[in-house]
């Protein structure tokens, strides 16, 4: 099994920053991919940000491209999220996901990211 536990949300006005982390524990090893996902109210969970770090890639969706950052420090086993240029449309719960390489198996449990007009 492994635990994911994010922090760093919050509430922040628009154009403001905020760094997510996400500490991963527990069975780690062969989690390649790791990825960050968002559910604002009334809509889908979307992927906004991945990274794979057995290939070295990273994904961002369009909406995040130039604001949005994932990064990972394997020997913490954290993920973070470095976002700015915040806007409202931003505003959600943003989740932590893990898995083998291809696939998302383990999710914590959100954190609320809020930006204020």
């Known amino acids: 099994q492994v635990q994911l536990v994010e922090s760093g949300g919050g509430l922040v006005q628009t154009g403001g920053s905020l760094r997510l982390s996400c500490a991963a524990s527990?069975?780690?090893?062969?989690?390649?991919?790791m990825g960050w996902f968002r559910q604002a109210p009334g809509k889908e969970r979307e992927l906004v940000a991945g990274?794979?770090?057995?290939?070295?890639?990273?994904y961002y969706a369009d909406s995040v491209k130039g604001r949005f950052t994932i990064s990972r420090d394997n020997a913490k086993n954290i993920v973070y999220l470095q976002m700015n240029s915040l806007k409202p449309e931003d505003t959600a719960v943003y989740y932590c996901?893990?898995?083998?390489?291809?696939?998302?198996?383990?999710w914590g449990q959100g954190t609320q990211v809020t930006v204020s007009s």
């Open positions: 527990g069975r780690t090893f062969g989690m390649n991919a």
């Open positions: 990274i794979n770090w057995s290939i070295r890639s990273t």
């Open positions: 996901a893990a898995g083998p390489s291809g696939q998302y198996v383990y």
